[in-house]
């Protein structure tokens, strides 16, 4: 019962994004990129995240997506796809740190 309560008051809150937009929290509302640049980072072989500046208030926006979907979902608009760093536990050596030994 709270379930499908919940689940039909979440539906009705929805509001897809536009093509070429993504949501500001700050603003709390779809806003365009500033400058029209992008960058993507690939998460793994087909999904990754998207990451612009909002052109109004300036702070950073983030969008999850499939990199294949990428030119519907921001079209006309500048995208530069990178990898994303290694993880912590995907290091192969760890840093080692001497400044604090004594010879």
């Known amino acids: 019962m709270v379930r499908a309560f919940l689940t039909k008051r979440n539906a009705s809150r929805k509001r897809p994004s536009q093509p070429g937009m993504i949501f500001c929290v700050k603003c709390r509302d779809h806003r365009a990129p500033a400058m029209g640049m992008i960058e ?54 760890p840093s080692v740190n001497c400044g604090n030994r004594k010879d």
């Open 40 to 93: 993507a980072t690939r998460q793994n072989a087909t999904t990754g995240n998207l990451r612009a500046l909002c052109e109004v208030c300036g702070n950073i926006m983030n969008r999850r997506t499939r990199l294949a979907a990428i030119p519907a979902i921001m079209p006309n608009l500048d995208v530069q796809i990178r990898e994303a760093g290694p993880r912590l536990c995907e290091r192969t050596a």
